[in-house]
């Protein structure tokens, strides 16, 4: 005989009754994990812009100290290393309204270009958009001191970009385990019924 309960008020799990406790036991536990993932953000959106680094006049004439010109294109990786960087979450979320751990933010260098192409990812499409423009105004002025004598200008902007990014990952998470918990109880549920149906099972 299996039980799941001490000496008085032993429920048999090889029963109709047990089995049905065991059924509602599961039942309440996936409800609640689908009431959770419903709670949270069912998907994500990508916005995306493009700057370009450009010879600033006012900083004078665009050589080394060797003589050699300048390459607008060797400012790139410096200004993606300044845009990638994390310190910008906190205030370009700030500025979108949502929240810094939600928001991610990735700049890439278009190859042999002084171009960079942004992108944004949150919960919202219009917050993804409003977090590369405030991210190319927080990061410009240091990107124009590191990368050289340039000026960043934007010439694809984030207005009008975002699309569907896909299910969010806490989402993924719970559904996942909601389904993993589910498929357990109703393996032990089928065992239980199968072994009491065996000759000699008390």
Request: charged letters at 10%.
């Amino acid at each position: 005989m299996v039980r799941t309960a001490g000496p008085r008020g032993v429920v048999r799990a090889d029963t109709a009754v047990g089995r049905l406790l065991i059924g509602a036991g599961a039942a309440v536990v996936a409800a609640a994990l689908a009431f959770v993932a419903l709670l949270l953000p069912a998907a994500t959106y990508r916005a995306s812009a493009e700057v370009i680094l450009l010879p600033n006049p006012a900083a004078g004439a665009q050589v080394d100290p060797s003589g050699t010109a300048l390459d607008p294109g060797t400012g790139a990786p410096v200004a993606v290393a300044v845009l990638d960087e994390q310190r910008w979450v906190a205030p370009t979320a700030d500025a979108a309204g949502v929240p810094p751990g939600s928001l991610a933010l990735a700049a890439a260098a278009v190859p042999k270009t002084p171009m960079i192409q942004l992108s944004a990812v949150t919960t919202d499409p219009h917050a993804a958009e409003v977090a590369l423009t405030s991210l190319v105004t927080e990061a410009t002025p240091t990107v124009e001191q590191l990368a050289g004598p340039y000026s960043v200008a934007v010439i694809g902007a984030s207005g009008g970009t975002a699309t569907a990014a896909g299910i969010s990952r806490p989402v993924v998470r719970v559904v996942v385990v909601s389904t993993v918990f589910v498929a357990v109880l109703a393996g032990a549920w089928l065992l239980l019924s199968r072994r009491s149906r065996r000759p000699g099972v008390t």
